[in-house]
């Protein structure tokens, strides 16, 4: 047996935790999880190499570490910083980092279409979260905005580059799932762009991972496109016998039709495990899979909407006002329908409710 | 007259070739290195000398060599920066294209000091004809013992290639340099680890401009503490500066250091004066990067004191009021000059060098050049101005390498002292078409000490 490693003790915002050496800023600040957890467009835990050119998990170090506390004087790059014992960071409680950050995203969004009306991504795009959360609500870009041709990567992905941000995931998995990457950043500065060079396809077993790593609605799943929006469907984890992956996946629902398959992801939007191509695009029936249960959704996220989980409903007031009389009609209409049938309940119907389904003699939604 | 060390034998007919450069005193150094000395001795001497680096950051050389991590078993490399890209620089171009044996020279004995048997030299590749003067002085050198196996009989082996670029400024950042070299898209890498861990193949690495292995050469000759003597505090030796804009005799001079900006400007031994008898009006004293001054506080330090060509004097008062010595690319601009027009070609110069790897400087780059294409063509708003601040602060020092910060201050710098011109231009887009703001009170004496304008 070894000796007990020695941990570094760091300080996040306030609050310590104890982590290994060579653990990155960032990946400490998820173990505290929540808001301290600074945002990553580019890293990604999974690949090798990734992470510092987004930008928007800069941090502040006001003390390097125990044997040496000067401060740094630039922000850092939370995801390519590895800790120091002793070493005090600050994410939200800088002004400064939150100035940058908010900076960071005005820049990452002057040139990004902004066309999550008529995108794919939306509702479970990184960009989106973040604009929301750090992002201003006007902005002051007044020039037209860059734009690129499509380039068509194949039978099963879409690239939009007009959407990218240029993180370079797709291509550091690319590099590391698959011998041979053929595509790539080409040009430089703001002309730069992920291409094959030569219109080509994405030939690979695994190379649907990129679908799933793109932080942006940039690279889309052929076989989806337009078929759905996210949050119209309810994610089912399941599994097969797959010889060539894991084969644990999600599978995305909209009543008994498989819309879409991806692979797992955790809390900070990450691919538990690499699915095949053959999983993704070719399984979409739900003979195909061996269904594990409900996916487990953030309850912030857009997807879980109409299927909350432990949520508390508002403190019924009515009956106190009226003298303990119940009304006739009660504040939850929208959940559970009285005035046409009450025994429907429209959350648990699959996607938004039609006529059809209050229609007498219909018993689709009644089981 | 200052002092020349390594200019002084460029003009001897023929000291391209290596007989003649032998026979001026040529290739001593590595004698005296090679055959007297450890290489910790020459470590020891470079750093006694002072030596800073010469590609603009102006960090000590000596300090550099001795960071290199030396395990067992790993090869050591030793790069020569010869990227020189910076608008207004031109100075490794006039030393490797006239005595490319000096380069040579003083990357045999860096190489022996740092233990690199493979050395490069990355040269910009729109310097097309200097590569085939530098491999005519290696295989000058090589036929001469001086290169290749057992150099001199002391056992040492090194080989020098040189390996061209392909167009891109950002390549002269040594981490983007470096994965060049390696035959990869250069883009700067993260640091840390610093190329003193993991340079070239992950092998330790330092990384130096031709200039500063050039001044390997006189530092052996004449020893470090007699090169630390030239030149005044932390700015030891002589410099290269390569003067160009509004003035009667650009080129590339020689100063010891000890010098005033303005007798560098006004004397004929150097610049001789603004062209064409007008006033000065600003200069950006080394290269395109550094903060541009007005005329006044090019001087005169806000102390009053008068500013001399040295690092510690031009980058006295901090970014207020001062500048920096950079790479000694000198930029005068006299009194029919446009400081907006002149700010718009650098943000254009910058916009089209970014690499596209963080997004602060790839977007910040376009929009500030937008922007100030539209207050040059007389479109723009008195908001633009404020909103130009703020992009610049937005993109420097949040970026990976400098290049972001080097595209923030020229613009940082044109608004805190010339925020007149710009407000000029936005107030009166006609006669901003057709006419210069002219030199305006830029420079009028300022009262001492007082903060300047924000």
Redesign the interface.
């Known amino acids: 047996m070894a000796e007990e490693k020695k941990l570094f003790k760091v300080t996040i915002d306030n609050i310590t935790v104890e982590v290994e050496p060579g653990t990155s800023i960032l990946n400490a600040a998820r173990m505290i999880g929540g808001e301290i957890a600074p945002p990553a467009m580019c890293y990604y835990s999974k690949l090798k190499g990734s992470?510092?050119?987004?930008?928007?998990c800069?941090v502040e170090v006001s003390a390097g570490s125990t044997a040496d506390p000067r401060p740094m004087p630039?922000?850092v790059?939370s995801c390519?910083t590895n800790v120091m014992d002793g070493m005090v960071v600050k994410n939200i409680t800088s002004e400064r980092v939150q100035d940058?950050r908010k900076?960071?995203v005005?820049?990452?969004l002057?040139?990004h279409p902004l066309d999550c009306p008529i995108c794919d991504q939306a509702g479970e795009c990184h960009l989106q979260d973040l604009s929301y959360e750090h992002g201003a609500e006007g902005t002051?870009?007044e020039?037209p905005r860059?734009t690129f041709e499509k380039h068509d990567l194949g039978p099963y992905i879409q690239l939009h580059m007009t959407r990218c941000?240029?993180c370079?995931r797709c291509v550091f998995t690319a590099d590391q799932l698959t011998n041979k990457r053929v595509h790539?950043?080409l040009?430089?500065?703001?002309?730069?762009e992920i291409a094959t060079y030569i219109e080509k396809a994405l030939d690979n077993d695994f190379i649907g991972n990129v679908i799933d790593v793109c932080p942006v609605g940039a690279l889309t799943d052929k076989t989806f496109r337009f078929k759905n929006r996210v949050w119209f469907l309810k994610p089912e984890d399941a599994h097969r016998d797959c010889p060539k992956c894991s084969g644990k996946v999600t599978l995305w629902y909209r009543g008994d039709e498989v819309f879409r398959v991806t692979g797992r992801k955790d809390q900070w939007g990450e691919l538990h495990d690499w699915i095949c191509n053959e999983c993704r695009f070719e399984k979409k029936k739900t003979s195909d899979w061996v269904i594990d249960g409900p996916t487990k959704i953030s309850h912030h996220s857009v997807i879980s909407a109409n299927h909350y989980v432990d949520t508390v409903k508002p403190h019924e007031t009515l009956p106190e006002v009226m003298g303990g009389r119940n009304p006739r009609l009660l504040m939850d209409i929208h959940d559970v329908s009285e005035v046409n049938k009450p025994n429907i309940d429209l959350s648990k119907i699959p996607g938004p409710a039609h006529s059809t389904d209050f229609k007498k003699g219909n018993t689709k939604s009644e089981g | 007259m200052g002092r020349k060390l390594l200019l002084e034998k460029a003009h001897v007919p023929g000291i391209r070739n290596y007989d003649v450069y032998r026979r001026e005193g040529g290739y001593r150094s590595v004698e005296k290195a090679l055959k007297t000395m450890s290489p910790d001795q020459v470590t020891e001497e470079v750093k006694k000398s002072g030596l800073r680096g010469r590609g603009g950051a102006g960090f000590p050389a000596g300090m550099k060599w001795s960071f290199l991590a030396k395990p067992e078993g790993v090869p050591r490399y030793l790069v020569c920066n010869a990227d020189e890209s910076e608008p207004g620089t031109f100075k490794d171009r006039y030393l490797m294209e006239f005595i490319p044996h000096l380069l040579v020279e003083g990357l045999i004995v860096a190489s022996y000091a740092l233990g690199s048997n493979k050395t490069f030299i990355y040269i910009r590749g729109e310097y097309a004809w200097i590569v085939d003067i530098l491999e005519q002085a290696i295989a000058e050198a090589k036929t001469n013992g001086f290169l290749g196996k057992n150099i001199l009989g002391t056992g040492f082996d090194c080989e020098i290639y040189v390996q061209r670029g392909a167009g891109?400024y950002?390549c002269g950042e040594e981490t983007a340099l470096i994965e060049s070299l390696e035959g990869k898209?250069g883009n700067p890498r993260?640091k840390p680890p610093f190329p003193a861990v993991k340079g070239v193949w992950d092998c330790p690495t330092v990384v130096n401009n031709v200039e500063t292995i050039a001044a390997v050469v006189p530092i052996i000759n004449i020893t470090g503490e007699e090169y630390a003597k030239i030149g005044v505090g932390k700015s030891t030796g002589t410099k290269l500066i390569s003067a160009c804009g509004n003035i009667n005799k650009p080129g590339v001079y020689e100063i010891d250091m000890t010098i005033s900006v303005e007798e560098f400007i006004y004397s004929d031994e150097y610049c001789g004066g603004i062209a064409h008898g007008k006033r000065l009006k600003a200069c950006i004293p080394g290269g395109s990067s550094v903060p541009i001054l007005p005329a006044n506080l090019l001087l005169k330090t806000a102390k009053g004191e008068n500013r001399m060509m040295n690092y510690e004097s031009l980058s006295d008062g901090g970014f207020a009021t001062g500048t920096m010595m950079g790479s000694g690319g000198f930029i005068v601009l006299d009194e029919d000059q446009c400081v907006v027009r002149h700010t718009l070609t650098l943000a254009r110069f910058y916009?089209?060098?970014?690499?596209?790897?963080?997004?602060?400087c790839?977007?910040?780059?376009?929009?500030m050049e937008?922007i100030l294409k539209n207050i040059e063509y007389g479109k723009g708003k008195k908001s633009d101005i404020d909103?130009l601040w703020?992009i610049q602060?937005?993109i420097e020092?949040?970026?990976?390498c400098p290049l972001g910060d080097a595209a923030a201050w020229p613009v940082a710098a044109a608004i805190r002292h010339f925020r007149d011109e710009f407000e000029w231009h936005v107030q009166y887009p006609n006669a901003a078409q057709n006419r210069n703001y002219g030199l305006a009170h830029y420079a009028d004496p300022l009262p001492i000490a007082t903060a300047p304008k924000a």
């Open positions: 992470g510092g050119k987004c930008r928007t800069l630039k922000l790059a390519r940058a900076g960071v005005e820049l990452l002057i040139n002051r870009y020039f860059r941000i240029l370079y790539g950043v040009d430089r500065g703001d002309h730069a | 891109a950002i898209r993260i916009r089209h060098e970014s690499c596209g790897q963080c997004s602060p790839r977007e910040g780059t376009g929009w937008k909103l703020d602060r937005k020092g949040n970026t990976i």
